[in-house]
Nanobody, 125 residues
């Protein structure tokens, strides 16, 4: 019931910052837990960050904890991922995803029913 469109990716020097946005359409968006995943060439898609439908509970992969911040604005149907202190290993296509069945954010990608098309993030050394 929702469509997700990511934006904000690009090329950045190591140590720099980017902010990714996920614009959602759908009347039940506020009831969905949301997550960010990423996939590098030749690798599996992996969990990056998640947020509950209320926005009060968040979860982060150990590799990004302390550097990335996930937030949401249900009134604007937006989910954001602020990425600071970027490293070359952060290079990947980043996807946002919606989970209509969970209150708390989930780490397994099979929990998510809706996915955006992704936005490329490239971090140069």
């Amino acid at each position: 019931q929702v469509q997700l469109v990511e934006s904000g990716g690009g090329l950045v020097q190591a140590g720099g910052s980017l902010r990714l946005s996920c614009a959602a359409s759908g009347r039940t968006f506020s009831n969905y837990a949301m997550g960010w995943f990423r996939q590098a060439p030749g690798k599996e898609r992996e969990f990056v960050a998640g947020i509950s439908w209320s926005g009060f509970r968040t979860d982060y992969a150990d590799s990004v904890k302390g550097r990335f911040t996930i937030s949401r604005d249900n009134a604007k149907n937006m989910v954001l991922l602020q990425m600071n202190s970027l490293k070359p290993e952060d290079t990947a296509v980043y996807y946002c995803a919606a989970d209509p069945d969970s209150f708390a954010p989930m780490r397994r990608k099979v929990e998510y029913d809706y996915w955006g098309q992704g936005t490329q993030v490239t971090v140069s050394s």
